[in-house]
T-cell receptor, first 117, second 110 residues
Framework: DAGVIQSPRHEVTEMGQEVTLRCKPISGHDYLFWYRQTMMRGLELLIYFNNNVPIDDSGMPEDRFSAKMPNASFSTLKIQPSEPRDSAVYFC???????????????FGEGSWLTVV | GEDVEQSLFLSVREGDSSVINCTYTDSSSTYLYWYKQEPGAGLQLLTYIFSNMDMKQDQRLTVLLNKKDKHLSLRIADTQTGDSAIYFCAENSGYSTLTFGKGTMLLVSP
């Protein structure tokens, strides 16, 4: 089975440019998460969706960040305009929650490594 | 609020046992997880333990849970150089989300 697929794997962009990161979750999963990983702050949850609906975006750093999930098999995270402090690894992850007693194992993509210069 | 704490670094020799420790704060967590991140890769689920268990063993991995002290540990027996990675502890503090620690970097020397 294909795992969570992210693109691009690596991106270098100039400050002020728009960045779009893409994610295809595991087929059948009903939750999708966007995380950001930096040395200083570790792994931060930015936003998550349930059945394509954003549930909690309190982790989104500021208005420059936006995320969409137009259908069950695709999501984007957009940064506009990008700044050097946005340089990080952005992970998309998905899970299937069948009930509270079943746990909620989250499966991660390989990440998009973003450098803003 | 929820918080997961881990030591940042552990160095062991090949063949020794490694023990990575974690403390968490949410006593209502029903599952606790260990993830592994190799260089340049995403997080991969290693194992998890249900909160009503004290121990879970899976080949070279042993997870111990002390719910009273909110302490979780991961023991890797016969550590190999391929085990060098960052290990993350996580709790399901929310119904659908996990709270992760900052990760413990394990370095295995030959």
């Amino acid at each position: 089975d294909a795992g969570v697929i992210q693109s691009p794997r690596h991106e270098v962009t100039e400050m002020g440019q728009e960045v779009t990161l893409r994610c295809k979750p595991i087929s059948g999963h009903d939750y999708l998460f966007w995380y950001r990983q930096t040395m200083m702050r570790g792994l931060e949850l930015l936003i998550y969706f349930n059945n394509n609906v954003p549930i909690d975006d309190s982790g989104m750093p500021e208005d420059r960040f936006s995320a969409k999930m137009p259908n069950a098999s695709f999501s984007t995270l957009k940064i506009q305009p990008s700044e050097p402090r946005d340089s990080a690894v952005y992970f998309c992850a998905s899970s299937l929650i069948s009930g509270r007693g079943s746990g909620n194992t989250i499966y991660f993509g390989e990440g998009s490594w973003l450098t803003v210069v | 609020g929820e918080d997961v704490e881990q030591s940042l670094f552990l160095s062991v020799r090949e063949g020794d046992s490694s023990v990575i420790n974690c403390t968490y704060t949410d006593s209502s967590s029903t599952y606790l997880y260990w993830y592994k991140q190799e260089p340049g890769a995403g997080l991969q689920l290693l194992t998890y333990i249900f909160s009503n268990m004290d121990m879970k063993q899976d080949q070279r991995l042993t997870v111990l849970l002390n719910k009273k002290d909110k302490h979780l540990s991961l023991r890797i027996a016969d550590t190999q150089t391929g085990d060098s990675a960052i290990y993350f502890c996580a709790e399901n503090s929310g119904y659908s989300t996990l709270t992760f620690g900052k990760g413990t970097m394990l370095l295995v020397s030959p």
